[in-house]
């Protein structure tokens, strides 16, 4: 059902569009009862599509899901320290994938008082270095108190006794290690001796080092891999571990070496700095040996932010040279503090799981996070937690908070959230409010200028399935934060348009109704406060640009008014594009690829470089209406074009902007295609990219008609030798990430016959999409998602395929972006007569935008093109980024398109 109302409501929209833009043209001065029931159409679909899609999931019982947080730990921990570990069945707090005990909190024995304070103790010694990464974070910077400093010239010595005579050493030189010798209790270089293999470095565009090197959140660097040694490789066998390795140990104790060497990033990056994993391992500064010093205890205090990573090596095969060994993956991210002589461990995430829904026929069902979160004694906490709510008061039922005391000795208490995640019916309250308020204020507003009617419609309607994405993507990840998605949804609901609707209206004079436009966004931030007890940072930031945009229409407008510039906008534009790719190309060298650190937050490169480039390229396709003979313009377009939209991000390795290139060389082709002259090449490009975007789907639909992508690994032929297997092994492990993608597309069965690691996540990541894309009429809103490999990415790269094809349906979907592309045509039919200026030429490139990157990213999930990391404009629920840099191209688009009113 939800997947036929969604198909509706666009196919209605795009009726609507059709018949306000023929009735625009034509000469008739009194709007038709058609008209006038299109632009209510128009207002009111967006909130018939929540409210339908709302009712439909309660109704088939679709929410409601219980939901268990653990938000914090108390613990008397003098008597019975509180551990960190792996093993759910003694330690108390539960860090998979590490060893069991690395970390305790307790008093600090060290210290020397008589009431010593409360810290936490990360395990190790000379035999037994600590199994774990701890680093300490402040703001966004981190601090790795396990970490030694390492400098050029440096040695370490991993295999252990390092002190004998003979002992192997290496001395750092640059990003290589040279073998070394221990004579007289110094270590030296060895005189004419091979340095090993050279550690990869980050591709950067800066001649000078210090700035843009890996981070260990990105890239470590494993001394099994880069440690000088003899070849140890069998002629004619398989190679074990410790024949492609460093190893340490003696025997069949023989293992692999888990030290490893990172660099921070960012300014003074280079800066080297090493973690000694491995028992007895040494390193030695001006020649001398430092003796082992054990972990420094991490004193809690008021408060400290303790970050538990696992160090993960790359077992592959791999060249290249930015190619990774290795990089740490972040396990757990707590908050300890002392409080009151006990110790307060919080969650930066909380961890959360769904429980159950409400069912009085059910039995009782107790609480629990045991053996995935907490073990040992702190299990005995949740043990003693009460039932879940039942019956009549389960209906009722929203939120509580639970302390639960352990029964046994230890002093545990589990401070829990029951929380249910009901109907949103405040939000849509919001939705019917906002809709109201335009109804009765904005009709007559929207049939004098239905261009500005076309495109906030089609906003609300983005912004509609925005809110509805963001409640499906809450309900598949218990882990995410539903309150904030949702809450941010409903106020961008009504304060995007509010705010662009304000700023639509300078010039305008002031009308008794518009009070209710100005007031609506802080009526539904404090709408949203009642409801989630919370605003974000994101929803504040909606709220300034809403009330800049109030301010500006009251007066600022007058003052800053400025007559149009003279000059040549060719130059202008051409200047503006070279500066945006100048300054893009900058921000990567220094290791900002895709977002900026501001510290405070986090902001998308691309909310800034967007709108930039896209007024660059207005001006120059305004200029090549006045001028548009000759091949040199041209030529100067594609390349900037090419070289802001495809070069430059596939430098600084955001390969994903690059879809952009596609409906900025469509707009240009098609002005170009209205014209008598200059055709070729000004579209001559254009037309070739589209052949090539067409073929890449009909290949894919070949290689899916003909072929397995789940087809196993191929056999081997018989009678290999061992070198040849190797060969083929090695061969099969070196292909690129990207390759894989592309097989994936055009050769499905060279995908399968592929043996990597990475061939076989693909292979997963290629039947998940399979199958939540298979639905013609769609599942139903909020049916199950059962994420797994697609959890990280099912509310951002994969919404298409998980939140738009699977409920909905691939019709509902295929009709939604025929409404995308519905709009620009509809506005252009509308002012088909303006003169195409710069303002008119970026509205069109920005609503151009939005369809080709939500179609462009139908396709990548359908895998009938190459993938890329790139979101469908306004979809995401939990990037910020996404909206902003969306209501941006719509703020473009009134700029250019909706300014002028039309009878």
Known sequence: MSGVLLGVICLVLGLAYWRVATESVSARRKPSVQRVVALVVGIVAPAVLVVGCLLIAAAQGRTGDMRLSLLRLTAEVRQFPLSLGGDASRDDLVVPRLPAGFATVRPDLSAGDDNPPLALVVAGSDAAPPPAVIALRKGRKLAWPAAQPFAEGDAVCVQAPCERAGAAWAVLRGRTFVPADRRDDEVSARPGAEAGLPMPERKTLLAFGGINDWTPLQAIHPLRDFFP??????????????????????????????????????????????????????????????????????ALGTGVSVEVYEPRFVDGALDGPDARRGRLQLRRSLVLAERDGQAEIAFATPPTEIIGRCDSAAAPRRLGLEATVVGGLTADALRSAPSLPQGPACDAFTRARLDVPAAGPALRTAHLSLDRLATPWPAVLIVLAW?????????????????????????QLLLALRLLIGLAAAEADPTLDWREILGDAAIAYVAVPAALLAWARTGEPRKADDLALDLAPPAAAVGVLAWTHHLSVLNLLLLAIWGLAVVWRAGLAARFKREAEPGSPWRSGVLLLVTALVVRLAVGAIGWKERIDLGVTVLAISVVYTPLILLGFGKLLAASETQPRGWGRP???????????????????????????????????????RRSVARIPWAGPAIAAAALLIALPVLGAIGTAHADRLGHTAQMQRGLSDEQALSTLDRQAKASQNLLRLYLIAAPEALGADVSTEAESLKVWSAQLSDYTGSLLGRGYLSPANLTALKPVQATDNLTAVHLMSPFGRLATGLFLALLAAAPIAVWSMTGAAVLDTRRATGLLALWCLFGAAAYMTLANLQLVPFTGRNAYLLAPTSGGDLLEGAILFALAVWGLAREARR
């Not at 571990?241 to 460093?246: A, F, G, V």
């Not at 700095?273 to 030695?284: H, N, Q, T």
């Not at 902007?657 to 002005?671: F, Q, R, S, T």
């Open 229 to 298: 040694r003899p070849d140890t490789a069998k002629a004619g066998g398989v190679l074990s571990d410790c024949d492609r390795w460093l190893c340490v140990g003696k025997g069949a104790a023989r293992v692999p070496a888990r030290s490893f060497l990172f660099q921070q990033g960012g300014f003074n990056g280079s800066a080297w700095s090493i973690v000694l994993a491995d028992p007895g391992a040494r390193i030695a500064r001006g020649g001398r040996v430092v003796p082992y010093a054990a972990p420094a205890p991490i």
């Open 435 to 459: 809709t109201a308020s335009l109804l009765l204020t904005s009709r007559e507003r929207f049939n004098r200028r239905p261009v500005l009617w076309t495109i906030l419609s089609l906003l």
């Open 635 to 673: 030529i100067v377009f594609w390349a900037l074009l090419v070289a802001t939209t495809f070069v430059a991000p596939f430098t600084v390795r955001d390969s994903g902007y690059a879809l952009m290139v596609l409906p900025i060389a469509g707009v240009a082709a098609g002005l170009a295609l």
